[in-house]
């Protein structure tokens, strides 16, 4: 007996990361197959003709993203040109319509709709099957609209987060934290204040702690600001994005280097350095000699990429680089593998 054929999706969405999460869940769902994954409906346009898609699931905003004068609908109408008899099943930040668009056989909240939608993909069939499904699907759509209302505000404010990420990077602070605090009391590392352990095993474990750390926590941190610059360059425009890099990133650098990192070095001058003035003498007198970035260094590499990331794309403006970069593989795990490689080995020789 012949398998039965299974439901063919393909996912247009600009954001990789939510195409991935898509993938995802889609792939852990019996009798499903992702066919194929797009950031534009333009890039949709060039997929293979086979296999084609039964279902195709679209960030309704994905072309406005893109084109501010778009109305939307742009993308549905080029899907539907091209593959006329597929369901077009839409996704979208809120649900404020009671009538599906034309062409549109359902509609999903991201983030609120998860569930259903799943369960309208497991359980795909005819067209004519679809049509009742629809029937049903602009009822409950109806119960969750005012729902969806009221989080549609503080979405489009906020932004959708992914949790995971938030994590993460809370874990990672941590490490932060606690790597600091393994330097004052181990025997590797230099600190403001420094109370080295005497028991040679406590100085050894905090010592391999740092460097384990440190192989990677800040690593991944710049990591998570370059994963996520392209998305907030293209939302906000270079003179958005420069006013808020110099916002978040410049200012609090040039507050610290100049004015709070003074306090510290006030207090280490008198305990350690045996320093006799007051402390706006002190301010005054060292305001350019005692300037210290401190723990603001990596505002000042941020600054430096991002300086870097934008003059990249005005050199690369007018080559449709977005296009061609949403079309390239992801790396596989051997190369990720081999560029971790590379890259460690040109950091021990930098250090020696």
Known sequence: MA???KTRVLIVD??????????TMLELVEGVQVVGECASS????????????????????????????SDGMSVIRTVKTRWPEAAIYVLSAADTQSVLPAGVSAAFVKGMDTERLLDCIRNFRSESE????????????????????AVALPQAKAGSRLAYIDTLRMVLIILVIMVHAAVTYGSLGDWTY?????????????????IDCQAFFMGVMFFFAGFFTPG??????????????LLRLALPMVLYTWVLSKVPNYIE?????????????FFTQYFW???????TWFLFALLIFSLGYTLWRLATRKANLAEKLSTLPTPKTGTLLAAALVIGISLLAILQ
């Open 194 to 210: 420094e109370d080295p352990s005497t028991d040679e095993t406590s100085a050894i474990i905090l010592s391999f702690f740092v």
């Open 14 to 23: 600009d954001y990789q990361t939510v195409r991935a999460d898509l993938r």
């Open 42 to 69: 333009l890039v949709a346009l060039r997929q293979p003709d086979n296999p084609q898609p039964d279902v195709i699931l679209i960030d309704l905003d994905v072309d406005r993203r893109r084109s501010p004068g």
């Open 289 to 295: 000699a005692y300037a210290d970035k401190g723990p």
């Open 269 to 281: 001058a008198v305990s350690n350095g045996g320093l006799k003035m007051s402390f706006g003498r």
């Open 3 to 5: 398998a039965a054929r």
């Open 232 to 245: 907030a360059y293209d939302r906000k425009g270079i003179g958005k994005f420069w006013k808020d890099r």
């Open 130 to 149: 679809r049509k009742v499904e629809m029937e049903a699907t602009r009822e409950r759509a109806l119960k969750v609209a005012e729902q969806a209302r």
